[in-house]
């Protein structure tokens, strides 16, 4: 499939029979691109490929782009014509198209699919892109002063040269200056005295030149480590950086620096935050030091802004982009340097559609362009550090936290037996009232959003489930209503028991919101705050709720999504509830996402002057987990995990991808996958393993059932070969029609 498609897109003309057939990629779940002849009276060349072109698809007409041409295949089928050609020019540069490429090959994705996620809307439904810029007039250089003297005094095109005495003028700026100015601009034209120029969009005002501190001899470091590999430095090209620092050593400082000095060299950053919504505190601080250049990207863009952005960089224009996962796919044709924040993050990892690691595709990127790659974390991914340590990423380390801020001291405490209020043992309520009456904040965190993750029955001990998911549905109480927190699915809240009648429906456990209630209570003079899904659907919300608090004591309850982003100088203490939750999952990921949690969240205490204290609510103090993290910190754990992960032949010593597949009854996800798997048969042997066919670790949800197989290699190659010939054929297994399925290529969730 993606064989032919990558030999097609490069034909040579010179070595093949003319072409007359376009190989068109549409945006389907169909592993082949279409064929179609050109429309009426156009010849093909291969200057064709990557123009997109306006084709019939059954009743439809789509807009493709074309990836390859050949010649017209023998006995051929008839072919119907496309419509129109959009593109004259290939509509991406070659760099991305070739990424792209790659792309479509290693998660043996649909290309059409994968040149989709790379357009904007409006250019996926055929309309120009626009060309950004303004145009501006000015004198030419050599301009000849006996014309300049024959020009009648007074007159517009008189007035017009004078204007353009030793400035540019653009067209908006006359427009509003010289009424009548383009009948005279065109007759100076004429004359050989004024030329009209394209140049970028806005004048952007010159970045800050420096932060107002010096960097530490470590950030300094860092700083000329990445500088010697940027286009321009005598050692300029392709590395990964892996800027491994303490949360607050000043990561972002590191990257301010360098990408100053990319904006003043003219050229075009992206610097991949996991989202962007909580962090607009981290935008604008980037726009304060680097000023107007800083554009952002994430989803909930508005199309014509996205647009402009798109075509801002694919013009080369100076530009830092800050952006989510997609914006690792964005034209960066005068690109310097890539920054990844908070590598470790999950939400680099596309979950839907084409599984794409943001991150992976980064390093993809860098090395097509050669480029340094920035990878910046407190708790890289142990995939990371497994290259790291194989001399693979050069390790640029921030010891200290910038600014003399100390590290917050970390304590377990011990709930075995202790009364509970509310889900808070006794010394963690007396350590939040000394907090808060020394005028400090406090963080309570806890990772379930709603009032309690589960409604029971107190007499029947009927618990409330999601008939489409088999899971508890988390009961809310603003508004009230039980909702499933798998497929979204929302009830009533019963009255009574619906089996037994009786009147004893009990919440069941604490989620954010009964924390916010029961700490109101506990503590009525100080706000209490909630951040989480629920509480932050308005723009800026988090914003807005996290200032109202940050100058004075008071409480924030929240999930993760405050593990991140947001400076909160006056935070001293931070309680985390629920730990024991996450010690017992069976994913072999979740140790390290528990361990990168606890380090971040920990880390948002003491940020400032005041030293941060962080209490670990567990009836587990003697699991390893926690007493190896808590010695010796995420650096331990995370060599202890590696050495593990190698023992049992798990990532990254292994390469895994997972094919899924979701159907109204189990038997018909059984029967396609064990289709798939004597597919797979005879090319597994001893370098591919494949798994049993096992229910999903959630086996039904949204009303679906599910279920998996894993194929696993100690060599990607290997496994690369074998999907190379196994996907094509999983389109056309008879039992495919009963079930939806994907493939994940270095799945992050098993
Ligand atoms: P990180 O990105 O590693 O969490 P930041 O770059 O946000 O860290 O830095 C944490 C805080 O320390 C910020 O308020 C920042 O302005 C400050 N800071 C960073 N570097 C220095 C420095 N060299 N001297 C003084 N303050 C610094
Ligand atoms: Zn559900």
Known sequence: LHGSAAAAGLVEDGHSPAATVLQVALALPLPSPFDYLPPAGQTINRHWIGCRVEVPFGPRRLIGMVVGVSARPPGDRRLRQALRRIDQQPLLPDELWHTLHWMADYYHAPWGEVLALAQPAGLRQGDTPESPGRWVWRRCDNADHHAVQRLRRGALPEQLWQRLEAVELDEDELDTRLEGWRGAARRLQALGLVERLRRAASSLPPPQASAGFTLNDEQQAAVDAVRARLPGAANAGFQTFLLDGITGSGKTEVYLELLAEVLASGRQAVVLVPEIALTPQTVRRFRRRLGEAVLVWHSGLAEGERRKTWARLAAAEPLVLVGTRSAVLLPLPGAALIVIDEEHDGSYKQQDGVRYSARDLALVRAQALGLPVLLGSATPCLETLAQAQRGRYQ?????????????????????????????????????????????????????????????????????????????????????????????????????????????????QGIGTERLQDSLTQMFPQYPVLRIDRDSTRGKDAVERLLSESATRPSILVGTQMLAKGHDLPLLQLVVVLGVDDG????????????????????????????????????????????????????????????????????????????????AQSPSAWREFLQQARDQAAAWLGQQVDASAILPAPMPKRAGYSRGQLLLSAAQRPALQALLKRWVPTLYDLPGVRKVRWSLDVDPSEL
């Open 395 to 507: 390790t640029l380390r921030l010891r200290t936290r910038a600014g003399g801020a100390r590290p917050p001291q970390v304590e377990v405490l011990d709930v075995r037996k202790q009364t509970l209020q509310e889900g808070l043992a006794a010394p963690a309520l007396a350590a939040i009232r000394r907090t808060l009456e020394g005028g400090g904040q406090v963080l309570v965190f806890r990772n379930r959003r709603g009032y309690a993750p589960a409604l029971l029955c107190h007499d029947c001990g009927f618990v409330a489930q999601c008939a489409r998911c088999d899971r508890p549905m988390t009961l809310h109480r603003a508004p009230p209503r039980l909702e499933c927190h798998h497929c979204g699915a929302q009830a009533r809240l019963p009255a009574a028991c619906p089996d037994c009648q009786g009147l004893a429906l009990q919440p």
């Open 583 to 662: 010690l017992h999952s069976i994913d072999f990921r979740a140790p390290e996402r528990l361990a990168q949690l606890l380090i971040q969240v920990a880390g948002r205490a003491g940020r400032a002057q005041r030293p941060g204290h962080v209490l670990l609510q567990t009836h587990h103090p003697q699991h390893p987990f926690l007493t190896g993290l808590l010695s010796g910190g995420y650096r331990q754990f995370a060599e202890q995990a590696l050495a593990e992960r190698q023992a049992l032949g798990l990532p990254p010593y292994a390469h895994l991808a997972l094919l899924r597949a979701e």
